[in-house]
């Protein structure tokens, strides 16, 4: 198919097919203002859309309009929030559960990382038991990169592509400390690299 260029106008750099059915759309809707304020019978807004409905298009032109459109739309996106009714009720927020250091779970997860483990661990001076699992959860590798994201999106990107990160670390950062405490929440490289 080959294509064809469009005359354009040497003032606006619009289609001249363009211009002309603006032209003639703004000739159309000053001739019905001037009968409607005698008649006293319909806004312009009517019959600007009247106007815009009876004129002929290309489907070429029309295509081209289209493209513009699309263009500006995304140009100008605006996003706009519901208010809900009175009758309507606001989403709960999720409640996260505390989180509980002294939970004996957490002390016999790290024991059984640490059995197998070929070195002692370094660099632990100072951690509580939940930094120590989450600090291993980082330095495994199994799981794949850690830079550049949570700790969270770590382990659903783990689980994910069906790696198997473990529940507690995922039961850990789902709580209220988890998702709130940079510490937790953070990987262990964050702000190094």
Do not use: C
């Amino acid at each position: 198919m080959v294509q064809t260029k469009r005359a354009k106008s040497k003032v606006s750099g619009t289609p001249i097919a363009k211009q002309a059915r603006l032209t003639d759309s703004f000739r159309q809707v000053k001739r019905a203002d001037a009968k409607s304020k005698k008649d006293g019978k319909k806004s312009t807004e009517e019959i600007e859309r009247a106007v815009s409905q009876e004129l002929p298009f290309s489907s070429a032109d029309k295509e081209q309009e289209d493209s513009e459109e699309v263009d500006s739309q995304n140009e100008l996106s605006y996003t706009t929030t519901a208010v809900p009714s009175e009758s309507e009720s606001l989403p709960e927020p999720e409640v996260h559960p505390p989180l509980n250091l002294k939970d004996k779970s957490y002390v016999s997860y790290l024991n059984t990382v640490r059995e197998l483990d070929i070195a002692d661990s370094i660099h632990q001076k100072g951690l509580s038991t939940v930094e120590k699992i989450l600090k291993h959860f980082d330095l495994t590798d199994t799981y794949g990169p850690t830079v550049g994201m949570t700790r969270l999106q770590r382990w659903n990107r783990a689980d994910k592509l069906g790696l198997n990160p473990p529940d507690l670390v995922f039961q850990i950062l789902n709580t209220n400390e988890g998702r709130n405490q940079t510490k937790l929440k953070q990987g262990y490289l964050y702000g190094q690299l």
